[in-house]
């Protein structure tokens, strides 16, 4: 298993510019989320999905779009991005079901907006 | 949501064990107490949960108060490689919505050699 992925690594952007930022797992999990990191500070919602079709909006969710059209792929979409938006971009999944405990992450996009 | 309060940074020497203090007073009866941690530059990785009795697993020992207002994760014998941001996170039990996570600023662990 590859576990959770993200593409691209990193990514530098110009004020305006729209991207996407890929995540995919393959572990059929049914719950998954993107957070943001800022520095010295702790990671944000910003939108998650309990199942393909399904997404509901996090604790940042402004300027950040999504669609969950596989359970294996779940997209973010920077519509026109902005300086604020620079910052460490992670992905996660769980399972649904059950009490097991364990997200996991993706290794996260580092991105820049001028 | 229900909140924790940790020390913003602790120091510990290798092969020394290492106890992380996390306070959430105001917990439910239905809030699980996570722990994750986030080694410098990679994604956070989860560490160990528990409800209301202490839990063990390969990586750490969770210790849970009795009045489940405080917990304290345990590293037995810490390594240069355990340094990291450690976060204390309450989840509601259940399904769905309540799988989110609502990350504080954590912990910073250094592991002097």
């Known amino acids: 298993n590859a576990g959770v992925t993200q593409t691209p690594k990193f990514q530098v952007l110009k004020t305006g510019q729209s991207m996407t930022l890929q995540c995919a797992q393959d572990?059929?999990?049914?719950?998954m989320s993107w957070y943001r990191q800022d520095p010295g500070m702790g990671l944000r919602l910003i939108h998650y999905?309990?199942?393909?079709?399904?997404?509901d909006q996090g604790e940042v969710p402004n300027g950040y779009n999504v669609s969950r059209s596989t359970t294996e792929d779940f997209p973010l979409r920077l519509l026109s991005a902005a300086p604020s938006q620079t910052s460490v971009y992670f992905c996660?999944?769980?399972?649904?079901?059950?009490?097991?405990?364990?997200?996991?992450f993706g290794p996260g996009t580092r991105l820049t907006v001028l | 949501d229900a909140k924790t309060t940790q020390p913003n940074s602790m120091e510990s020497n290798e092969e020394e064990p290492v106890h992380l203090p996390c306070n959430h007073s105001?917990?439910?009866?239905?809030?699980?107490i996570h722990w994750y941690r986030q080694l410098p530059s990679q994604g956070p990785e989860y560490v160990i949960h528990?409800?209301?009795s202490n839990v063990n697993n390969r990586m750490a020992s969770l210790a849970i108060a009795e009045d489940r207002k405080s917990s304290t994760l345990i590293l037995h014998r810490a390594t240069l490689r355990d340094a990291a941001v450690y976060y204390c996170?309450?989840?509601?039990?259940?399904?769905?919505?309540?799988?989110?996570?609502?990350f504080g600023k954590g912990t910073l662990l250094t592991v002097n050699p």
């Open positions: 996660a999944s769980r399972t649904s079901g059950g009490e097991a405990g364990e997200q996991f």
């Open positions: 572990m059929n999990h049914e719950y």
């Open positions: 999905s309990v199942g393909a079709g399904i997404t």
């Open positions: 105001t917990i439910s009866g239905t809030d699980y």
């Open positions: 528990g409800l209301t």
């Open positions: 996170i309450l989840r509601r039990r259940g399904g769905g919505s309540n799988y989110k996570l609502t």
